[in-house]
């Protein structure tokens, strides 16, 4: 499998970039690392003509912590470059501990913050290459009329399977979105559409440019459990990240979020309600438990079987919070 | 269109003709003949096409060669200094390490960024580490004890 003939593009500043997204709107991607797009490449589930490569912007690549403001993220900053900075590792353990979850080594050098969080929607029926694909109707996300996962579904219900984007959900994080002339500051969160066919709410001229995570409060513990069927390499087939804060042993903020069980994150609502202003009992386990279990739908779109998933949404709720709890 | 580019592999400069679509993987051993860096999975999941580009494991079958203008890359064929091997092939011949040797070269390499970082890594880093190349003859024990070897020999150098 070769890539197609593509418009290959490195802007050395951002100006030029959003120049650049915005004359090839529609018809350009943008890459980072390329760990999934040039798959989806290789695969022809992405026509793009042009691409347009962030590599040689410097300001993009930066990591910058103050113990009151917070950290920022340059959105091009590597998976390694996060695991591998001991200031994040101090403040924010489980944003590391989601970085080291991706993939495998070569995957962290290579990936960046902002493209794990930009990570298109996955399903059995759609990662795989044009000649498998052709045995079978075009399905929804292909813009086809037909989904191979749930019959009959006018919907598509591609998994969102990041692995940084739960917790900094849960850390109430917010990207920095820039294009040619404007930029916005958005909660995490709102990147996702939970739209399986374009997950993704930015415009094809927008990109991220920085993710700022506000500084850690005393008593903070965050967790990120991540269910797969190896050790590396693989995508989650769940995932649960729990950011919680600790006055004694009385929870006073909490926020669980899961991943590969939806076409979106899906911050568990309840989890704040059975949680904040009490301490851990078993009657907050069970509580825990089933509402996570209750929030997430996974479908048969990936290895592992969608009622061994959906226990293990509870399962791991409850490991994430006795991981957290004083 | 073809354009020429640089690029650095090995400590010496290859100046290359080259489509943009062509992946760093294709040029190396297409263009340079350097197939010590072999073809897997081709979609970023065996890790055998693995080289070093400024001392960290890339998958070369996923990295565009344009792209690579700049960076110090590092083949397999790098390692050795003339007849007298790096010590980590050192250890993986010694060990047994090696059976096909399809995985070897991006194993090698990928060990090799390890023991760069850190130069006494527990046995359970050195799994992590190579958690990203797979092998199917080994069984990795050997693997893992050759890369115990080696950083013991390079951490008393």
Redesign the interface.
């Given at each position: 499998?070769?890539?197609?003939?593509?418009?290959?593009l490195?802007p050395d500043n951002l100006d030029e970039a959003l120049r650049l997204l915005e004359v090839y709107k529609n018809s350009v991607e943008v890459v980072a690392g390329?760990?999934d797009l040039?798959?989806q490449l290789?695969?022809r589930t992405s026509s793009a003509s042009h691409l347009v490569?962030l590599?040689k912007i410097k300001s993009l690549n930066n990591i910058v912590f103050d113990s009151e403001k917070g950290l920022k993220l340059g959105a091009t900053t590597t998976l390694?470059e996060i695991i591998?900075n001991e200031v994040i590792k101090e403040n924010y353990p489980a944003l590391v501990e989601a970085a080291e979850k991706v993939?495998?080594?070569?995957?962290q050098?290579?990936g960046t913050i902002g493209g794990n969080l930009c990570l298109n929607t996955r399903c059995w029926y759609f990662n795989q290459s044009a000649r498998w694909r052709k045995a079978r109707p075009i399905c929804l996300k292909m813009g086809g009329d037909v989904c191979h996962v749930v019959p009959n579904s006018r919907d598509c219900y591609a998994s969102y399977c990041g692995d940084t984007a739960g917790i900094l959900i849960a850390y109430r994080a917010k990207a920095v979105v820039s294009k040619n002339g404007s930029q916005r500051i958005i909660p995490v969160e709102e990147l996702f559409t939970g739209n399986g066919k374009q997950p993704i709410s930015l415009e094809s001229d927008e990109i991220i440019t920085e993710i700022q995570v506000s500084a850690p409060k005393q008593g903070q513990k965050g967790v990120y459990l991540k269910l797969r069927q190896?050790?590396?390499?693989d995508f989650p087939q769940v995932g649960v990240s729990l950011n919680t804060v600790w006055e004694g042993h009385n929870c006073i903020e909490a926020r669980m979020v899961l991943t590969a069980v939806s076409p979106k994150p899906v911050i568990v609502d309840e989890v704040e309600k059975i949680i904040v202003g009490n301490a851990v009992d078993s009657q907050i386990i069970t509580a825990f438990k089933e509402a996570a279990q209750n929030s997430g739908q996974p479908v048969a779109n990936m290895a592992g079987g969608v009622r061994h998933r959906k226990k293990m949404l509870g399962i791991m709720a409850e490991k994430a919070l006795k991981k957290v709890a004083p | 269109m073809r354009q020429l580019i640089n690029l650095r592999v090995n400590g010496e400069s290859y100046e290359t003709l080259i489509?943009?679509?062509?992946?760093l993987l294709?040029v190396l051993r297409e263009n340079l003949g350097l197939v010590g860096t072999k073809e897997g999975c081709?979609?970023?999941?065996c890790?055998t096409c693995?080289v070093l580009v400024d001392g960290?494991?890339?998958?070369s079958c996923?990295?565009?060669a344009?792209?690579m203008e700049g960076y110090e890359i590092t083949t397999i064929e790098g390692l050795a200094e003339g007849e007298k091997l790096h010590p980590i092939q050192q250890a993986f011949v010694e060990r047994g390490s090696i059976q096909c040797g399809f995985c070897s070269p991006g194993m090698i390499l990928?060990g090799k960024?390890?023991l760069d970082?850190k130069a006494r890594p527990t046995r359970d880093e050195i799994?992590?580490?190579?958690?990203?190349?797979l092998c199917r003859c080994t069984g990795y024990v050997k693997i893992f004890d050759a890369l115990e070897d080696a950083s013991n020999k390079i951490a008393a150098e």
């Open positions: 499998m070769r890539i197609p003939d593509i418009n290959y490195e390329g760990s040039l798959v290789k695969n490569d590599h390694l591998r993939g495998a080594f070569q995957h050098a290579m190896r050790e590396a390499i | 489509k943009p679509n062509n992946t294709e081709n979609c970023g999941d890790g693995t960290k494991p890339i998958l996923l990295t565009l344009k792209k990928t960024a390890l970082y799994k992590k580490a190579i958690g990203g190349n």
